[in-house]
């Protein structure tokens, strides 16, 4: 699937107050087949527009799509061969579970039509592959949540789209639901091989069953690729501060004289960078507890999750409230001023103006740690 | 729950009295009237109790006449107008430009006064003397000879009737549909593009269950309205109806009491009686079928 300079402009309702909004804003993109695609960002990015432009229940005001080599870009969506999970589901409430996977399957004309055998088989099959063939015979209205999901996806499924689209599939559902449905989806997608978009605000859902995840803000693309690769090597701000949880630290710093300084404190060495104003993004995990530690922090508190444990504190040229950081549980029980050495590979430098990557060598040792003595 | 709460009594008092008084008394007033022979309502007496009244106007041609009359209209206006609101409000639903003001006009009948609306349906339709009427003109054009829809043959001031009947009923229906369709979640529409569907399936398959209820509700109240139909036969044909061969069931009972032949309040009981079965019948019967067709 091909996506060229896709753009799609919402007319102001009123045309003297309000500019026109550029939801997708020239968005180019090729996914390779049967490749599962997280389409991410927060809410108003834009990515639930551009879901509906592939479906085709919008039209773009520029750009084309193509699936394989057709041009679907003049398509309406019921030619287009595509699987659409809606947010809500819009399972028809008056059919049964069977017959809302079947809807699509009574909709083909012509060489595809199949008989009345065939397309049962064929739904009851794709009910197996979503395991919920034990509740064919129900209503919408009698099955939960999840199972409401499970057959919203085998309707989708049923016809062997060429596409999948999943629009924010797990966000109706419980924490738990969610983080088992979302292995479902990533299992029902391998076991199909179906291209498949998957549009959610939750950057931990897209990190986890994604191929690639695509990072939008204000209707353009960020920064596309393997989930662990835009997670360690951010091209810009936003999208750092947007993958991880808890999100990245973020300090006003500057290098000089091939030191990285947050505030006063001389974090690490940074070769190849000339001198300058920087944001520091420090992933929570990059900090170790070291009482020689170049970081120094103020602690506030430390909160206990089990495995590891979370340590709030603050810093003078934090941009954040607070900075949080996680150690191995064993490290923990420290008052006041606690000190930090941090690991240079969740180190990353961000220009001032432009917000972008900066590339940097860093590293500890060297002059690191020989801070400015505070007043 | 054991407990009787006397209270709970108390407070439906002003409900069951209203009910009672008016409702229940009167029905069952007229169902004890219509076994009693020859009551008069001035001196408050009767000579007997049994069927008669009954077999009085079964066998009264009168009568006869105005059931057929009755159920013809029924038969004819329910589903065309149902059908015909139904293409109006699905034809509203689907444009933008003009919309409320093709609302509004559907909607005027409705506020109108149905004697007026019969004025100006005897103008279109009457053949006198000096004119055969604006419709008649029409068929002329087309090659026909002139009919007289309102003191002509049986089957022209049926038609009339009919036409009548389903254009004054119509507004409520659009109105009633066209809110109905406009309550069905996009949504579905959307899935149903996506799952291939075609206008008409989409319209036949998602459309019509979405909006059934409120069709069942338009064809109930339809039937019952049909059945009850009077005043717009008086609207068309004046109040002498008998004479006119387009007497309704209501016209029939109105006759009974006060016409120029009436006075035997026994025999107007007897055939409200009937009218009442005919549509507790018919009623019954429609929510049988709804069961099946109907989804909630």
């Known amino acids: 699937m091909k996506i060229q300079n896709l753009t799609k402009i919402f007319p102001s309702?009123?045309?003297?107050?309000?500019?026109?909004?550029?939801?997708?804003?020239?968005?180019?993109?090729?996914?390779?087949?049967s490749e599962l695609v997280g389409l991410l960002g927060p809410s108003g990015c834009g990515k639930s527009t551009v879901l509906n432009l592939i479906c085709g229940l919008l039209t773009p005001d520029a750009g084309r799509i193509f699936f394989g080599g057709d041009d679907v870009t003049e398509l309406p969506p019921e030619d287009r061969g595509i699987g659409l999970v809606f947010q809500n589901y819009a399972l028809y409430p008056h059919l049964t579970a069977l017959q809302n996977i079947l809807f699509p399957l009574q909709n083909l004309k012509g060489a595809d039509k199949l008989s009345k055998e065939a397309m049962l088989a064929k739904a009851n099959e794709t009910a197996k592959l979503v395991q919920i063939d034990g509740l064919l015979d129900r209503k919408p209205g009698e099955l939960s949540g999840g199972q409401q999901q499970r057959v919203a996806i085998a309707r989708a499924l049923v016809k062997t789209p060429r596409v999948l689209l999943l629009d924010e599939p797990l966000s109706n559902l419980d924490a738990r639901l969610r983080l088992q449905m979302r292995e479902e989806i990533r299992r029902i997608q391998q076991r199909t091989r179906i291209t498949t978009v998957f549009v959610t605000h939750d950057q931990e859902e897209a990190m986890s069953i994604c191929d690639t995840i695509v990072v939008m803000r204000d209707g353009s693309i960020e920064q596309a690729g393997k989930p662990q690769d835009v997670y360690d090597s951010p091209a810009n701000l936003f999208v750092a501060q947007f993958l991880g949880t808890p999100p990245i630290n973020v300090f006003l710093g500057r290098v000089s004289g091939g030191v990285l300084?947050?505030?006063?404190?001389?974090?690490?060495?940074?070769?190849?960078?000339?001198?300058?104003?920087?944001?520091?993004?420090?992933?929570?995990?990059?900090?170790?507890l070291d009482g020689n530690g170049p970081l120094r922090c103020e602690l506030d508190r430390v909160e206990v999750m089990g495995r590891d444990v979370s340590i709030v504190s603050t810093h003078g040229a934090s941009v954040n409230a607070s900075v949080r950081s996680i150690v191995s549980a064993e490290s923990a029980a420290v008052f006041g001023e606690i000190r930090f050495a941090v690991r240079p590979d969740k180190v990353y430098l961000f220009d001032r103006e432009t917000e972008k990557r900066v590339p940097a060598e860093l590293s500890a040792g060297g002059r690191a740690g020989q801070n400015v003595r505070r007043m | 729950m054991k407990r009787h709460n006397n209270k709970a009594w108390l407070y439906l008092l002003p409900a069951v009295l209203f009910l009672g008084f008016f409702v229940v008394y009167p029905l069952v007033d007229v169902?004890?009237?219509?076994?009693?022979?020859?009551?008069?309502?001035?001196?408050?007496?009767?000579?007997?109790?049994?069927?008669?009244?009954?077999?009085?106007?079964?066998?009264?041609?009168?009568?006869?006449q105005a059931v057929k009359n009755t159920f013809i209209l029924v038969i004819i206006t329910v589903p065309i107008s149902t059908a015909l609101a139904l293409l109006i409000a699905a034809g509203l639903n689907s444009i933008k430009a003009l919309k409320k003001l093709f609302q509004t006009i559907y909607f005027l009948p409705y506020v109108t006064n149905t004697l007026a609306v019969g004025l100006v349906f005897m103008i279109l339709f009457k053949k006198t003397a000096y004119s055969d009427g604006m419709i008649n003109l029409v068929i002329k054009i087309f090659g026909g000879g002139p009919v007289d829809f309102i003191g002509g043959p049986y089957w022209a001031k049926m038609f009339v009737l009919c036409f009548y009947t389903i254009w004054v009923v119509m507004p409520f229906k659009v109105l009633i549909l066209t809110s109905a369709l406009a309550s069905v979640n996009p949504q579905y529409y959307a899935a149903a593009r996506i799952d291939g569907a075609r206008k008409l399936r989409i319209f036949t398959k998602i459309t019509l269950p979405m909006i059934s209820p409120m069709i069942f509700y338009l064809v109930i109240t339809g039937f019952i309205g049909a059945f009850k139909a009077y005043s717009d036969a008086v609207a068309l044909f004046g109040t002498d109806l008998?004479?006119?061969?387009?007497?309704?069931?209501?016209?029939?009972?109105?006759?009974?009491?006060?016409?120029?032949?009436?006075?035997?309040?026994?025999?107007?009981?007897?055939?409200?009686?009937?009218?009442?079965?005919?549509?507790?019948?018919?009623?019954?019967?429609?929510?049988?079928?709804?069961?099946?067709?109907?989804?909630?």
């Open chain 1, 13 to 33: 309702r009123n045309k003297k107050n309000e500019a026109d909004v550029t939801a997708v804003d020239d968005f180019t993109i090729e996914l390779t087949d």
């Open chain 1, 261 to 288: 300084y947050a505030g006063d404190d001389a974090i690490l060495t940074a070769g190849g960078v000339p001198d300058q104003d920087v944001y520091i993004g420090i992933r929570p995990e990059g900090f170790a």
């Open chain 2, 31 to 64: 169902f004890i009237y219509s076994f009693e022979e020859g009551y008069n309502s001035a001196s408050r007496m009767f000579f007997g109790v049994g069927a008669y009244n009954y077999s009085y106007i079964l066998h009264d041609p009168y009568f006869l």
């Open chain 2, 242 to 296: 008998n004479v006119a061969e387009m007497n309704t069931i209501v016209g029939y009972i109105y006759d009974m009491l006060y016409g120029s032949s009436g006075g035997y309040p026994s025999y107007a009981s007897a055939a409200a009686i009937v009218l009442l079965a005919i549509v507790l019948t018919i009623t019954c019967v429609n929510s049988l079928i709804s069961r099946k067709y109907v989804v909630y």
